[in-house]
């Protein structure tokens, strides 16, 4: 949800995530958004995630290179879908 008061990841839903992000949505801000916060929670560069569907909708489809899917698993578990 674009142009939130703060970014975050507000629940884990099985293998989605629902997140708020503060950017407004508009010349991609709030893609870019996602991903920063996206990298920062799985602990890879800001260059391993890409929205690689849905770009222009709020429900998206994004890839994130250098994790397993241990690293994935662990990362939601601590989110509370574990």
Do not use: W, Y
């Not at 893609?31 to 998206?60: D, E, I, M, Y």
């Amino acid at each position: 949800m674009p142009g939130a008061s703060r970014s975050r990841i507000v629940d884990a839903l099985g293998e989605a995530l629902k997140v708020q992000v503060a950017a407004p949505p508009e010349d991609g801000k709030a893609n870019a958004a996602l991903c920063a916060l996206l990298a920062t929670a799985f602990g890879v560069p800001l260059h391993a995630v890409q929205v690689v569907g849905g770009a222009s909708r709020a429900r998206k489809l994004v890839a994130i290179a250098g994790v397993d899917v241990a690293g994935a698993t662990a990362v939601l578990a601590a989110l509370g879908a574990g």
